[in-house]
């Protein structure tokens, strides 16, 4: 940047100051009219004879760079004494002027080291203003000061161009001269400095003229309140200047310096989750963060400036808490612990609390600094805080404890609480004894699973922010409840239809009536005598056999079989599949075997029920041998679990009085006290098909397998009939999804760059459990497929399990027993209703599942199709099950 502005004088007596450097800044141009100047926008009273040294605004001083015109003579730090060897500086107008120092003994600016406590800082090289109208030897003193400890120094003339120098570099010391009122206000300029929020981190020096010896000196405190830090007597040796700035730097710069970087400390305090609060040593209330407001329910205004005294108490804190709390504090040492807390609602909090206490000048405790967070809430720990009334008996030993076992320790013993409350004599050993007996349960290693997740969520608490801790207690109350997957509905006026579903359906209907027990009057040992053995499938008539080539395709019409059958399908049908799966060789028995066997379960489900018949028994086994046929699920299972899943699907409600698990419980009839109300049907199927299989060896298809085969097959089978018991639909569903859905997603999006989608299948289904739920799915997606069949058998599907629900309701009725689904009325239900509400609650959630690991795209359209069907007659209010143009 050129030294030396051109001036130029227009006709009208305009003055124009132009930079002459061209190429270090763009031109800047100043207008200086009679009496006021205009620079950046800024207006500058001036007066005539002082119009050109104010419109500079702030300098740089440096060296004038070898292009620029005829070399000057370069200026030289002036010895001391010698004012008069000091040479004019060459000036520079502009305020993007770079600061620079000169060249002659400058030393070489650097950053310094700067430690507050743990922080460890690095301070950029000093910058300091200098506001002097004037160019003199005391200016030139400090700018010679500058140069010499390294410091970055600008000169502003005007109050303006100083304000404006301060915003844009935000220099460290600022030294104002004060000794004539002449050209401006030192105390005006001081306290428009200070007005700016960035000049409460700046030291801000007044220059003061020198007093005769005869004269005294004049009070510093006119001075203070215009916002200086500090006075300055009139004195250009530069080493006096040099000796000031650097005082100034080592001192209330630096202090500034840490003091500013702790802006930084209260912002993480202000984002911390955690409720923060610190006193004084008299407990007074110096600070306290946001999330501490949130939870107390305070604003800071309410808390800063009072007594922790002043404060509402809980009452629920046993006596001596307060006093436990200071025997730590007062000697030094951190107190934690859990405590209850009131806040300005009247309500009390349980909080998990840490008081550390803060020592400062002299060794003396300064501050006591409070962490804490919401205590995970538990009616058993109710009298939790009783504990640490007994910390002032073990405050040695507690000290001397790592804080991570004390941590570990304090929920253990808060399930010990009782163990204190005996005042006998022998209460010590008593509580030895307990706290004994808890450490030795707390090291078993018989924890069931859901323990073990419950134990790490109170773990995981214990350092959380407040925000996931109370995410973490209501994790901890859902895991606490026994029914972890079944979804809970509105009231009951919102989905008449769908509660009544799940109350006939998803519970035991444990309702009884005062002192009365119902018999189930229908005889459930029918005579088997008259069976006669049915021709082998090579041999059956063919119309049947023709039915039967189509079997293997979804659309395959099952009640065409059963008329043609004679209401006999599932002993047919059991023959096709049996012998396509290669059952009987899997079992080493005969065909004549395996055809007893399916004559007499047959002969066992009751072709009165208009549902629970073997018609449905035979659907099943058709879904169950297609779901078997589809690429993933054949490569997920071996051959045993495919024998196990067809004769499950065989027997999976054998015996089915046409009643609900529901009903059989609130007559008291003999399965339900059997069965102790749990599973009565499920239990009852498989119960009685094993009885009938081994009680007859002519019908005995398990007579010849290995033992170990037996006992695998018969646990598969079993657990599978359980399986399609409704109360644990929603279990099974999600389990699934968890288990094999959404891992299986996760691979296949990882592996499709590999091709290797077979081998993240595998990955995943080899695991027996995974296998497990694989079958418990497809046996119950078969049990309940019917809204996913073609229109036509769902229709029919849907009217035959409707009547079996309305025979029910009528009994129920007749009987005088809860009726377990009001809406289940023939004379009122709306079976399109009924089947909308079964097909969202029940069945498009496991079917997405299921299609997402089988893909079943036929099924899903069918779904759709029947969906709208029922919506369509839904909306138009029909009475019958088909449209009037199906009817048609």
């Known amino acids: 940047m050129g030294c030396a502005p051109s001036i130029h004088v227009s006709q009208s007596g305009v003055i124009y100051c132009r930079d002459s450097d061209e190429s270090n800044s763009p031109h800047q141009t100043t207008t200086i009219s009679q009496g006021t100047a205009t620079l950046h926008g800024l207006f500058i009273k001036t007066d005539a004879a002082d119009s050109i040294p104010s419109v500079l605004a702030y300098q740089s001083r440096q060296q004038p760079p070898p292009s620029a015109g005829p070399r000057r003579k370069e200026r030289r730090e002036p010895r001391e004494p010698g004012a008069s060897a000091r040479a004019r500086a060459p000036r520079c107008c502009g305020v993007e002027a770079e600061t620079q120092t000169s060249s002659a003994s400058v030393k070489q600016a650097s950053t310094t080291e700067v430690q507050i406590g743990p922080m460890r800082l690095t301070q950029d090289p000093i910058q300091v203003l200098l506001i002097f109208a004037k160019e003199d030897n005391q200016s030139d003193g400090f700018w010679w000061a ?10 502003a003339r005007t109050p303006e161009s100083a304000l404006e120098c301060f915003l844009d570099k935000h220099q460290e010391i600022i030294v104002i001269d004060h000794r004539n009122s002449r050209y401006f206000d030192a105390e005006d300029i001081c306290r428009s400095i200070r007005a700016i929020k960035p000049s409460e981190h700046t030291v801000i020096l007044a220059v003061v003229p020198r007093v005769s010896a005869d004269q005294e000196e004049t009070s510093v405190l006119p001075l203070l309140n215009a916002g200086f830090d500090r006075q300055f007597m009139e004195n250009s040796s530069i080493t006096a200047c040099y000796n000031e700035l650097v005082q100034i730097e080592h001192g209330e710069v630096r202090s500034q310096f840490k003091l500013r970087a702790c802006d930084a400390v209260f912002t993480a305090l202000d984002r911390c989750q955690e409720a923060i609060e610190i006193t004084s040593e008299d ?26 005294t002043e404060l509402p108490k809980s009452d629920k804190n046993c006596a001596d808490l307060l006093d436990t709390i200071n025997t730590f504090i007062k000697k030094g040492k951190e107190w934690q612990g859990v405590s209850y807390a009131r806040r300005k609602s009247g309500d009390s909090i349980q909080q998990h609390v840490k008081i550390t206490p803060v020592t400062g000048q002299g060794g003396k405790i300064r501050h006591f600094v409070s962490i804490k967070r919401l205590h995970c809430t538990n009616e058993n720990n109710k009298q939790l805080e009783k504990n640490h009334c007994d910390e002032k008996h073990t405050e040695d030993n507690s000290q001397s404890e790592p804080h991570s076992l004390k941590c570990k ?24 004894r307990r706290y004994s007996s808890m450490a030795r349960i707390h090291s078993m290693t018989i924890e069931a699973p859901i323990t073990k997740v419950i134990n790490i969520i109170n773990a995981a608490q214990e350092n959380s922010p407040i925000t996931v801790a109370e995410a973490l207690d209501r994790v901890l109350e859902i895991l606490r409840t026994t029914e972890l997957y079944s979804p809970q509905l509105g009231t009951k006026d919102e989905d008449p239809h769908t509660s009544d579903l799940v109350g006939g359906l998803m519970t035991d209907g444990l309702r009884r009536l005062s002192g009365n027990e119902y018999v189930f009057s229908k005889n459930m040992n029918l005579s088997h005598s008259h069976l006669s053995v049915p021709n082998t499938i090579n041999d059956v008539p063919p119309c049947i056999a023709q039915l039967l080539e189509n079997e293997e395709s979804w659309d395959f019409n099952i009640f065409e079989l059963e008329a043609v059958t004679n209401k006999r399908p599932l002993v047919y049908l059991g023959l096709k599949i049996f012998a396509r799966f290669a059952v009987s060789e899997f079992l080493n028995c005969s065909e004549a075997t395996l055809r007893a066997w399916l004559q007499v379960i047959e002969a066992n489900y009751h072709s009165s029920n208009s549902y629970h018949n073997s018609t449905h028994a035979a659907d099943v086994l058709h879904a169950t041998a297609f779901f078997l046929g ?15 899943a067809l004769i499950a699907a065989t027997i999976h409600d054998v015996d089915h009085p046409g009643r609900t698990n529901s009903f059989l419980c609130n007559a008291g009839s003999e399965l339900a006290v059997l069965y102790n109300d749990t599973a009565v049907l499920e239990s009852h199927h498989t119960a009685l098909a094993f009885q009938l299989t081994t009680k007859d060896n002519k019908c005995n298809i398990f007579k010849n397998i290995d033992r170990n085969h037996y006992r695998t ?12 018991e409704m109360t644990k639909h929603f279990e099974h569903v999600n389990k699934f999804v968890n288990s094999i859905n959404k891992p299986m997603a996760s691979e296949e999006t990882s592996s499709h760059s590999e091709g290797s989608d077979c081998e993240c299948t595998a990955n995943i289904t080899n695991f027996p459990d995974n296998q497990t739920l694989i079958k418990r799915m497809m046996i119950k997606c078969a049990d309940v497929a019917n809204p996913c069949r073609p229109l036509e058998l769902c229709i029919e599907w849907a009217g035959r399990i409707s009547e079996e629900y309305f025979a029910q309701t009528d009994e129920e009725k007749r009987q005088g027993l809860p009726v377990v689904m009001p809406v289940f009325d023939r004379n009122t239900c709306s079976i399109p209703k009924s089947q909308i509400s079964f097909i969202d609650y029940f069945i498009t959630d496991m079917f997405d599942a299921w299609d997402a690991f089988a893909h079943l795209p036929v099924l899903m359209q069918h779904l759709a199709n029947n969906y709208k069907h029922w919506k369509t007659l839904d909306e138009l209010k029909c009475k019958s099950l088909r449209l009037p143009s199906e009817n048609n």
């Open 146 to 155: 500058c140069d010499r400890a390294g410091y970055r120094c600008n000169v």
């Open 713 to 724: 097959l018969r646990q598969a089978i079993i657990d599978m009939v359980l399986a399609t």
């Open 283 to 308: 407990h007074v209330i110096q600070y306290v963060n946001p999330a501490f407001e949130r939870m107390m329910g305070y604003q800071k205004g309410e808390l800063i400036g009072k007594e922790l």
């Open 630 to 644: 589809k690429e993933r699920v054949k490569g997920s299972l071996d051959h045993l679990d495919e024998v196990a």
């Open 409 to 432: 320790n304090r929920r253990k013993d808060a399930t010990d609480v009782k163990s204190i409350t005996s005042q006998s004599s022998d209460a010590p050993s008593l509580q030895t």
